[in-house]
């Protein structure tokens, strides 16, 4: 999964600790790929040049359909699948200096009832607990 924010998240960490954001970002229009804004490299056409099938989500409505698709791909072709994800700029996706201590995670804030966010650790105890969810208007 590539997490396509155009924005360097572990950077932004790292300045976010000295409560700095000098919006060091990785946007630009690239014309060979124009449907992706300024959201800058396409990911999509680089790693279906490395050898893989990738696939781009632009909702969150459309997740479960792209790992199954991806899971499909895999099996039918036999090579790595890609899923990049585009994401607001504004979306905090850094990381802890090791995989297992993700941090700077806010809450879910769930308003899409349809969606099951019970049972999701806590991240900040790591504890699994129940969510309030927003009804839909």
Known sequence: VVVNNSYLGLIRQA???FDMDYNVQLS???????????????????????????I????????KDAFARA?????????PVVLEFILER???????MEIDAVNE???ILCLDPSLDTDGLPDPRSGKKKKRDMIPAE
């Open 15 to 17: 300045q976010r600790g």
């Open 28 to 54: 630009f229009e690239n014309v060979n790929a124009p449907d992706l804004g300024d959201y800058g490299v396409d990911h999509v056409a680089v790693a279906e040049g490395l050898g893989c099938k990738a």
């Open 56 to 63: 781009r989500v632009r909702s969150p409505n459309e997740f």
């Open 71 to 79: 899971k499909d791909l895999m099996a039918e072709f036999q090579v």
């Open 90 to 96: 504004v979306t905090n996706v850094a990381m802890g």
């Open 105 to 107: 995670f806010e809450e």
